[in-house]
């Protein structure tokens, strides 16, 4: 599969959103054993990128669910462990009740990275992303916060996620110049109020991950094709899927783009993986921006 850059990692150009497993719309699961196929699906399909997150879990009480799945998929597998990265997040709170908040602290994300360390099995996280704001204290001392773990040798890359512009401007000064690995944001036909950020990470070299970048797990990837026409007709012209299209006309907005499509079956993730090697026309991505309101 072809790579991308991804700070200090080279990568699949397609990642793995490992959270259908154990978190979505439908709250219908695969067992322990299809998840970790699915898993191991999408790395025999040559992706070498998977992201994962504390809080995907079917409940407020298994939180870690996601990452020991991602961790055992890898334990288990029989290609090069070490040429995958495994991303995850931190930073939101689950407690009994289903209650969800929001903990930037020091306390709180220290905690969370050494839990995480665990349940991935790992003595360092690849690749730390700041999951959501804590609207209650200043990002820049989230991002201290951040830097403290790194420091510390709990991480090695950082990155955030769900982030404006003037979020992103911010790490970069707390972290220093090309420090900032990533910015994570949902972005997709359906969902491209991101553009904004999509194109300062391209013009400062930050990976940018598209996460549900065929539209979410409630409904909206299976009907990308059905809801915008033009990836459905260009996909059909090639013999491929609509959700390859867009992911490859994703793939086409900058060499820092890498989007994470998730799956919860071994057929999914194989299918968008070949989204890397599709080559579109110059006309056909240009129909796919008009379909979604896209100046490129």
């Not at 995907?56 to 288990?76: F, R």
């Not at 360092?124 to 700041?130: R, T």
């Not at 609509?242 to 490859?248: M, Y």
Request: hydrophobic share 40%.
């Amino acid at each position: 599969m072809k790579q991308r850059t991804l700070g200090p990692f080279t990568v699949s150009a397609i990642g793995l959103g490992a959270m259908p497993v154990s978190m979505n719309n439908d709250k219908t699961y695969p067992s322990h054993e299809d998840a970790v196929a699915t898993v191991r699906a999408a790395l025999d399909a040559g992706v070498t990128l998977v992201d994962t997150a504390d809080i995907y879990a079917p409940s407020w009480d298994t939180m870690g669910h996601n990452e020991k799945i991602v961790a055992d998929a890898l334990a288990g597998w029989g290609g090069d462990r070490s040429s995958i990265t495994v991303a995850t997040k931190g930073g939101i709170t689950r407690s009994e009740g289903e209650q969800w908040g929001r903990d930037g602290s020091i306390a709180y994300l220290r905690s969370a990275v050494e839990k995480s360390l665990r349940n991935l099995q790992v003595d360092v996280i690849d690749l730390y992303q700041y999951h959501r704001p804590d609207r209650w204290m200043v990002y820049g001392e989230v991002m201290e916060n951040l830097k403290t773990l790194q420091q510390e040798g709990k991480i090695r890359a950082v990155g955030i996620s769900n982030a404006s512009v003037e979020e992103i401007e911010i790490a970069e000064q707390v972290l220093g110049e090309g420090n900032l690995t990533s910015v994570q944001n949902e972005f997709s036909p359906r969902h491209p109020g991101s553009f904004d950020e999509l194109q300062y990470c391209a013009k400062r070299g930050i990976a940018f991950l598209p996460w549900s970048p065929l539209g979410g797990t409630g409904g909206g990837a299976r009907a990308v094709g059905s809801r915008f026409a033009a990836f459905a007709e260009i996909g059909e012209a090639h013999g491929v899927s609509p959700q390859q299209v867009v992911l490859a006309w994703e793939l086409s907005l900058s060499d820092t783009v890498i989007p994470i499509p998730g799956a919860s079956r071994a057929a999914s993730i194989t299918d968008s993986a070949k989204a890397a090697d599709l080559e579109l026309s110059a006309d056909e991505l240009a129909r796919c921006s008009a379909a979604v309101g896209i100046e490129v």
